[in-house]
């Protein structure tokens, strides 16, 4: 294993002091520093520390400072060795930084050895240091934008959308339609057990009493395909009807890949009443007529997709940089971000309803997969955070000022209550104006991008 060693050089009239660096590599962008510090630099740290607690220390009988050396000593033994011992840590890891020249992403691990006043002293340190690589091209890279002209069948579906939200459903008596609402109870059973019985914590899937389904609707319901299959029932009209259950499906494992029957009646049919095109209707949607309300809606589709483009433009530059360059990333940032991406998944799927066993069960993929999203995250963090620094992009106040207002508004927090805590919390604050910089990187390299609008399907 490759090993060098730096000893500073020997300087007339001054004690002979040695501080022996030796590197270690382990990997590309993991290193050990063995760092020894003689018995003069030792005895010199401990000597700072007992002058320091002689300074403040308050024994009985003695004025502030006043107190024998001995009795310091004696009285905060514990203390002055665990102090003592952090000031010769600090120590050898700043000496071995400024003989190596590292850049230290991460301390991984620190290994005292003896530490002890009257003898050398040789420190370990396991340590991340950021990897070096040459910035690939950046500016000018390719993107590919849609159209953000909005069509007169997309401005009608959005028209239709805004009457929906304030249709009325009103009773039919006929046969359900597409559209309609319909009120059901069902129970279902799987090879003539009780869907209940296989379900018990998820009762929605097995038997309900009452509730609304929409007749082939676009969004799916509760029970897969169940919506598909109530056109043509009346009010009062009972029916089996056969559901497939996906093979993925993480709201109820039990249920995934299984074809169950339910029993359905209908006890209502509700129809959606859209709301006539008139000035009240105008009024509502801030507009005159109907020409100003395509006005406003082409208008809003534009933004929309001028967003999405936006959007598009970052996923793609990012992709692009990232395979523009290859190299090692630190083993402990892909640690620490691979369990903010398993915590960030957890949390989405506890929020659709997964159990807690789902996660346990698929642990081992989970872990794999965040793992290998944590790499890919972890590399472009790198690449933007040396463009941001080839290009002075740099966090100002009023971006911090924004993102603590973005992130009160999402979190439904006061700002200055998330301000004080960012204020107290350096690790925060120091991950979101890393945070910060990666966006403003990108947005830098989304104004430098060549774009081309991609050609419509036909």
Do not use: C
Request: hydrophobic share 40%.
């Amino acid at each position: 294993m490759l090993r060098r060693s730096v000893t500073n050089s020997f300087k007339p009239n001054a004690p002979f002091i040695t501080v022996n660096v030796q590197l270690d590599p382990i990997s590309d962008t993991r290193k050990n520093l063995v760092v020894t510090l003689d018995k003069n630099e030792v005895d010199a740290e401990h000597q700072a520390v007992v002058a320091e607690f002689t300074k403040l220390a308050r024994l009985p009988g003695f004025r502030p400072g006043k107190a024998p050396v001995a009795m310091v000593l004696k009285r905060f033994a514990k203390d002055i060795a665990e102090e003592f011992k952090q000031k010769v840590i600090t120590k050898a890891y700043r000496e071995g930084l400024e003989k190596q020249k590292l850049d230290v992403l991460n301390i991984v691990k620190v290994e005292p050895g003896t530490i002890e006043p009257g003898l050398s002293a040789a420190v370990t340190l396991t340590v991340d240091i950021r990897p070096d690589f040459k910035l690939p091209a950046y500016t000018g890279l390719a993107t590919v934008v849609s159209s953000t002209a909005a069509s007169d069948e997309e401005v009608d579906k959005v028209i239709e959308g805004l009457r929906s939200e304030r249709a009325e459903f009103k009773v039919a008596d006929r046969a359900a339609q597409k559209g309609d609402y319909v009120k059901l109870s069902y129970e279902g059973s799987i090879d003539g057990k009780p869907v209940a019985d296989l379900v018990p914590d998820k009762q929605i899937y097995g038997k309900v009493p009452q509730t609304w389904e929409e007749v082939e609707g676009e969004n799916e319901g509760v029970i897969p395909g169940l919506g598909r299959q109530l056109a043509g029932l009346k009010t009062g009209e009972k029916k089996a009807v056969s559901v497939d259950f996906p093979a993925e499906f993480p709201a109820a494992p039990a249920l995934a890949g299984k074809q169950a029957s339910y029993a359905v009646e209908v006890q209502e049919i509700r129809e959606r009443v859209l709301p006539a095109m008139d000035e009240a209707f105008f009024k509502a949607q801030q507009v005159d007529n109907l020409d100003g309300l395509k006005t406003s809606v082409r208008n809003n589709l534009k933004l929309q997709k001028e967003y999405q483009n936006r959007g598009e433009q970052r996923r793609q530059i990012t992709e692009a940089l990232a395979a523009a360059v290859d190299f090692a990333v630190p083993e402990s940032l892909v640690e620490s971000e691979t369990q903010s991406v398993l915590r960030q998944f957890i949390e989405e799927n506890m929020r659709r309803g997964v159990a807690q066993e789902q996660f346990e069960k698929d642990k081992k993929e989970l872990f794999e997969s965040a793992g290998k999203a944590a790499a890919k995250r972890v590399k472009l963090q790198l690449i933007l955070a040396k463009i941001a620094e080839a290009e002075k992009i740099q966090v100002s106040e009023k971006d911090i000022d924004s993102f603590i207002y973005r992130e009160a508004m999402r979190s439904n927090q006061k700002p200055d209550k998330l301000a004080r805590d960012l204020a107290k919390n350096r690790d925060a604050l120091r991950s979101v104006q890393q945070s910060i910089i990666f966006d403003k990187a990108v947005d830098f390299l989304v104004t430098k991008a060549t774009v081309s609008e991609q050609t419509p399907k036909a």
